[in-house]
Structures are given as C-alpha cells and as structure tokens.
C-alpha cells in the first residue's frame, strides 16, 4: 500500500509507522507502538549486560634485581588475581645500564610464569618494547 495510506491506519490505530527495510524495493514499514519497542530492546540490552562476565587486566611489577621473598610475595598475588578470573600484566621497567643485558629480563620472566603455571597459561609471551619486557597470563580454564 502506499505510504499515506499506512501512515493514515498507523495514526488512526494511536500507533507509530516504522521504516524496517528503506533499500528494498518497495520500502518495507511496520506499524508499531515505537516507544514500547524501544523500551523492552533496552531491557533486553540490560538484561544481557548483567550476564556479563568483565575481565579486568591487572598489572605486576618486577625489577631485574628482584630478590627472592619479593618474588614470591609478587607471585602469590598474581596467583590470588588469577584465581579470581582476572588476566595479568607481568612488566619489568629497564633502568639505566640494565638496557645492556635485556636477556637477564627474560629468564626473570620466565622463572615468573614457571612459578604461576600451575593457575594460569601464558597468553603473550615476554617481549621487549622499548625499556619495558611485558608478559600477559591468562587464567587456566575452569570446567
């Protein structure tokens, strides 16, 4: 039917005329209570919201002459943040002349995700950017 015709039953049923489809050939419209169906998609988007599970990133900071309580303390608290469900930030900050054995960096990083592997999984593995190595964990899958 013709757009006037539609818009005439829409507004003499109190209801709106809604544009579904413009490209098709005719134009598809529905006549609908707009502000209800709007009303029940915010809903549902809320709804789907509280299912949602958010992951937060959170970060660890070792030095390149850690020592070895210090190490286990940052340890436990990676592996508290991993039981909670959260991925890990693992990063070493170079400074000064550390910049000339980047590789000492590395086996720190590596004996860090050895100690941790039994609650998570190395998800990116430790890698220089600038004067920074960084190391992303994520927590091992729970059935």
């Not at 039917?1 to 489809?21: F, G, N, Q």
């Not at 502000?35 to 299912?51: L, S, W």
């Not at 086996?107 to 941790?116: I, N, Q, S």
Request: proline residues 3%; positive net charge.
């Amino acid at each position: 039917m013709s757009a006037k015709d539609a818009l005439h039953i829409a507004t003499e049923k109190d209801l709106d005329l809604v544009l579904i489809a413009p490209q098709a050939n005719p134009p598809v419209c529905k006549i609908m209570d707009y502000g209800k169906y709007r009303f029940e998609q915010q809903k549902r988007e809320k709804e789907a919201k509280k299912n949602q599970k958010v992951i937060e990133v959170k970060e660890t900071r070792l030095s390149l002459k850690i020592d070895t309580h210090d190490f286990e303390t940052k340890v436990n608290q990676t592996v508290k943040f991993l039981k909670a469900g959260h991925k890990v930030k693992v990063s070493i900050r170079f400074r000064g002349r550390e910049m000339a054995h980047p590789e000492n960096g590395l086996v720190t990083m590596e004996k860090f995700a050895e100690a941790c592997s039994e609650y998570c999984t190395v998800e990116k593995a430790a890698k220089l950017e600038g004067r920074q190595m960084l190391m992303f964990l994520a927590p091992l899958k729970t059935k």
